[in-house]
């Protein structure tokens, strides 16, 4: 099984972040995959975000998505719609467009399962080096620099439940599948694996480590002796590592694969748009 990836599309980011779009769905044409999934972060604007995932409606192999943070941020005062309802929303649209959400379900494709889930953060990935309150990394603010998840994220809940919430879906997908397939892939938007946030030793930089993904993520990987690889977005960073379980749990059992591979805002594109899109598809074959 051939399995693209790629992630942080951010369309509306810049004009060259709006022209990889083409670049990166003729990759894709010519790329024989069996399976495509995007792990994250296309836009906040509907238009702008169906749009996209449109461009990809003559790829024939199995499309996947999970939704990134920037996806399910509402803009505007009406309380009454939160990001609960937009990530309901970005199901609808995947259905409509020839993707499926994996935030939603689990998706089989022969022997294989694929579980996803946005995932969130509850601050396990703050950096040791600093003494800086629960209340701050609430707040999303340091030193004049925000986290912009608290303007536009609205799951009227701490992050903490969040993390929780998401969590939990993934345990659950992982369970509904597990009996059915001889691996599982997991694709998140947030980081599973503390592994793989870098940290500068240096403020605001690690501050905002703290909002790239939950340590019970990779826990929830690691206790499955089926889950090979980790797919995942956010970091902007690209990541291609084995991540050991010691750290996770007391099971013996094989490394995971952890896989990033983000587009990333384009504020000083490459020269060549499509060679940066052909490098960021980064391609898995699994034996079959």
Request: aromatic share 12%.
């Amino acid at each position: 099984m051939r399995i693209g990836i790629t992630s942080d599309i951010h369309t509306d980011f810049s004009p060259s972040n709006h022209q990889i779009v083409n670049h990166l769905v003729d990759v894709v044409k010519h790329a024989d995959l069996d399976v495509l999934i995007i792990c994250g972060d296309i836009s906040p604007n509907i238009y702008t975000f169906t749009q996209t995932l449109s461009s990809f409606h003559d790829i024939k192999c199995e499309k996947l998505f999970v939704a990134g943070n920037h996806d399910i941020w509402i803009s505007g005062n009406n309380d009454r719609i939160t990001s609960n309802h937009k990530y309901s929303l970005i199901t609808k649209i995947c259905e409509e467009v020839g993707f499926h959400h994996l935030g939603d379900s689990p998706f089989i494709a022969g022997k294989v399962g694929f579980c996803g889930t946005i995932g969130w953060y509850d601050y396990t990935y703050k950096s040791d080096k600093y003494t800086i309150s629960d209340s701050s990394y609430e707040k999303k603010a340091y030193q004049g620099n925000v986290w912009n998840d608290v303007n536009f994220a609205k799951w009227k809940l701490s992050d903490q439940e969040v993390s929780a919430r998401f969590e939990a879906d993934l345990q659950t997908q992982i369970n509904n599948v597990k009996d059915k397939v001889s691996r599982i892939i997991v694709a998140i938007h947030h980081v599973p694996f503390r592994e793989c946030v870098k940290y500068r030793n240096e403020l605001p930089w690690d501050f905002f480590s703290a909002f790239m993904g939950s340590y019970g993520l990779g826990r929830i990987c690691f206790n499955e002796l089926l889950v090979t690889h980790a797919l995942f977005g956010h970091t902007h960073l690209g990541v291609f590592q084995e991540i050991s379980p010691k750290k996770y749990t007391d099971l013996a059992r094989p490394n995971i694969q952890a896989v990033c591979s983000p587009i990333g805002y384009l504020t000083n594109p490459p020269d060549d748009l499509h060679q940066y899109a052909k490098k960021m598809l980064r391609i898995i074959d699994l034996p079959d």
